[in-house]
């Protein structure tokens, strides 16, 4: 019988012991909520000016890191969507626009988007400094995506301890879920993932 109890609770991290489960799983649940549970990052980048000192590829790279907030109910994973390609598909992509002059920081919170629940979290993340007479003018599309896929959709940094039979895990969030969140989608993805591990067994006998 399994005994969980939340040691500590931040709006970005959470501390919390399973008494009660074995290694392969905890280390199985804490890889699940670093490399499968979708969160929302930048993937495509169409720049249509760019006069600041970083080259077109890094000014894109430096977007897809920024963590971003995103509604569950109305974006879907990249394996429902009929064509991954489409950004107009507003069920996929989120559209975010960027127009700045110098002199000045480029910050996230410049980043405009075309619904109001996809964000960056931190809105204070610097991106680039322009000069007087530079200027930026550029439309990046955010979807779901896994930290398997890429680390820009890592959903936490997660660590754990073990003591006995008892698992302390230390679970920190990178995107824009909470704490909690990403533990309940990792442990429904486990549950999932078992399911399919014995119905792949009883094909067996």
Not at 28 to 45: D, K, N, S
Not at 148 to 155: A, L, P
Not at 174 to 200: A, D, H, M, R, T
Request: aromatic share 8%; with cysteine; hydrophobic share 40%.
């Amino acid at each position: 019988m399994f005994k969980v109890e939340v040691i500590e609770k931040g709006k970005e991290s959470i501390k919390f012991s399973i008494t009660g489960l074995k290694p392969g799983f905890a280390n199985a649940l804490r890889r699940i909520m670093i490399f499968e549970v979708p969160t929302m990052a930048i993937e495509w980048v169409d720049i249509k000016k760019n006069d600041s000192a970083l080259y077109d590829e890094i000014l894109a790279h430096r977007l897809g890191l920024i963590p971003l907030s995103y509604d569950r109910k109305v974006y879907k994973l990249p394996e429902e969507a009929e064509n991954i390609d489409n950004v107009k598909d507003s069920t996929l992509y989120c559209k975010l626009v960027l127009k700045k002059s110098g002199p000045c920081m480029v910050y996230s919170s410049d980043l405009k988007s075309e619904d109001e629940s996809v964000k960056p979290i931190y809105p204070n993340i610097p991106i680039v400094q322009l000069l007087e007479g530079q200027e930026i003018e550029l439309v990046a599309y955010a979807r779901l995506g896994y930290g398997k896929e890429n680390i820009k959709w890592q959903g936490a940094v997660v660590g754990y301890s073990m003591e006995n039979d008892k698992v302390t895990f230390e679970v920190e969030s990178c995107s824009g879920l909470k704490p909690e969140e990403i533990v309940e989608i990792s442990l429904e993805v486990l549950e999932k993932k078992l399911k399919e591990f014995g119905s792949q067994i009883s094909k067996i006998k």
